[in-house]
């Protein structure tokens, strides 16, 4: 792996390095869509999934080696990775064969791009609240209703939509799960502009959006239940393997704490040697995490991999301004050009909120792994 990475990131491939990662989305998309398709050409995409579905079977503990390699690599951020990490581990686990022979292969081969259509103005947490409605007319689904914090909409071709098919029923059982071709009449993207100066995520509206009948993942009225799966893959397994761009992260700001120094300020250093404790913590715990999971199945204790990270993360971004100082405060050039351990703060602001803010993963644990009774909800 490393072997072939040296090989082919470089030449045409060169400018991509290092590029697309948090606050930096929208760097060079159709390069990185061409790096995708090398990867994909060299066997390097989807090396999780069982080879029948055109992965290489590798085994958790493989794949956060892949994904060490990748970041020691200096790979960009890859533009795959929702129907890499979500959708194909969805489709193989409830789509029907039909599905996972007409949608696996293209985000194998790199071709085609998926967003998650999840989150609503009134449904984010809550969401079960979904709105967006669907209905059946001339074979075909018609969707209306609006999604939100939609990430990669504006570059995906598909995306998964979270809507309801049956409004007489109680609230999560009247869910399906659409899968709904991005680049149609009926669909309607505005980027949304974050505090990074760039735009991940978009709204996406759908007026009379349409897809075919059999483009349902389970049955009519399964969605809550699909809808779950996805978020298993998205809290757990996907972000194993970042413990090396985390490592290089606080590498960066140990460097710059040494160059201007703070790093003789005692609560900076007692905060470094937090943060890399922290960092130690992690990744033992993926190591004892990898160790006890059956296959894909990952333990109760895995619940705790999000929240941890996502706090770690983002008091790291918190930590890189308080050791620039002064310096923090100002851009690398006008408007609203920022320097990587600016982006770093802003974007990290998102870690606890996506995938489940921290109150709802703090639920999880709580009702999940340690068995409490179930948070009261409203009647
Ligand atoms: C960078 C980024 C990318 C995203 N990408 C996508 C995407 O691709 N697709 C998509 O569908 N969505 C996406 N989201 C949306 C994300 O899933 C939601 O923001 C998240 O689920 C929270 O929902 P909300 O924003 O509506 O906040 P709310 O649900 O309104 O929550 C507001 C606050 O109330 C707290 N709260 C809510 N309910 C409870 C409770 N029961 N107990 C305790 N506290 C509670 C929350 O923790 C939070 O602090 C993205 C968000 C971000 C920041």
Redesign the pocket.
């Known amino acids: 792996m490393a072997t072939w990475l040296a090989d082919h990131l470089r030449g045409e491939f060169e400018a991509v390095k290092g590029r697309g990662g948090p606050g930096d989305e929208n760097a060079l998309i159709d390069e990185r869509r061409a790096w995708e398709r090398e990867l994909a050409a060299g066997g390097w995409t989807c090396i999780g999934w069982a080879e029948e579905h055109g992965g290489r079977g590798a085994s958790l503990a493989q794949q956060v080696i892949f994904h060490e390699e990748y970041a020691r690599a200096r790979g960009p951020g890859r533009v795959g990775h929702i129907g890499e990490t979500l959708l194909g581990p969805t489709l193989i686990a409830f789509g029907s064969q039909a599905q996972q022979r007409r949608f696996l292969p293209p985000i194998v081969a790199g071709e085609e791009l998926w967003?998650?259509?999840?989150?609503e103005p009134n449904?984010?947490?809550?969401?079960a609240n979904v709105q967006t409605r669907a209905r059946l007319e001339g074979g075909e689904w018609v969707i209306d209703g609006q999604?939100v914090?939609?990430?990669?909409a504006e570059w995906s071709d598909w995306c998964f939509v979270l809507c309801r098919t049956d409004a007489s029923a109680r609230k999560h059982a009247g869910l399906s799960y659409l899968l709904v071709p991005m680049r149609q009449p009926g669909v309607s993207v505005r980027p949304i502009r974050q505090i990074t100066g760039t735009s991940?995520?978009s709204e996406t509206f759908f007026d009379g959006a349409r897809t075919d009948a059999a483009n349902i993942v389970g049955a009519p009225g399964d969605g809550w239940k699909v809808a779950n799966g996805t978020l298993a893959f998205e809290r757990g397994t996907s972000t194993l393997g970042q413990n090396l761009l985390f490592q290089t992260e606080l590498a960066e700001i140990l460097q710059a704490a040494r160059r201007n120094g703070r790093a003789r300020d005692p609560v900076i250093r007692q905060r470094l040697a937090d943060a890399w404790i922290g960092l130690e913590i992690m990744r033992y715990n993926a190591l004892r995490i990898l160790s006890t999971a059956a296959g894909a199945e990952l333990p109760p204790a895995a619940l705790i991999t999000k929240l941890y990270w996502a706090t770690w993360h983002r008091r790291l971004g918190k930590l890189a301004m308080d050791v620039l100082g002064p310096e923090s405060q100002i851009g690398d050039a006008l408007p609203y050009a920022l320097s990587g351990l600016q982006r770093l703060f802003l974007f990290t602001r998102?870690d606890t909120?996506?995938?489940?803010?921290?109150?709802?993963q703090r639920?999880l644990i709580a009702e999940r792994a340690l068995g409490l009774p179930r948070?009261p909800r409203p009647a």
């Open positions: 967003c998650q259509g999840y989150s449904a984010g947490s809550d969401l999604k914090w939609t990430s990669w991940e995520f998102a909120i996506y995938a489940g803010s921290n109150q709802i639920n948070e």
